[in-house]
Nanobody, 127 residues
């Protein structure tokens, strides 16, 4: 089965940068899309970015476009989210997700489109 393990969360001051990583293992050879989501206290889980495994095309939510970058290293079975210009409102638990179906290629990035999830890593931005 697909296993997703996030790492790299932590605390940073506003304006700073942080990179979170997701290492995937298991039956990964046939899945097509990976994404990052986040969930802050008392909020619903929201999509942040997706990347197509085959072609590398990306989609971002409007709230992070221009500040966050999703990338992958297939040799290392890893997907990354580089976050810069962090704001207090970026504070959340960040989740890696994967699915066998293709990325939609357009926003919004929806929770229902992903069937496999990691446990999450906490990112805290202090103002």
């Amino acid at each position: 089965r697909v296993q997703l393990v996030e790492s790299g969360g932590g605390s940073v001051q506003a304006g700073g940068s942080l990179r979170v990583s997701c290492e995937h293992s298991g039956n990964t050879y046939s899945y097509s899309c990976m994404g990052w989501f986040r969930q802050g206290p008392g909020t619903e889980r929201e999509g942040v970015a997706t990347i197509s495994i085959a072609g590398g095309s990306t989609v971002y939510s409007d709230t992070v476009k221009g500040r966050f970058t999703i990338s992958q290293d297939n040799a290392k079975n890893s997907v990354f989210l580089q976050m810069s210009g962090l704001k207090a409102e970026d504070t959340a638990t960040y989740y890696c997700a994967a699915d066998y179906g293709p990325c939609t290629g357009v926003p919004p990035i929806r929770v229902v489109d992903f069937n496999f999830w990691g446990q999450g890593t906490q990112v805290t931005v202090s103002s």
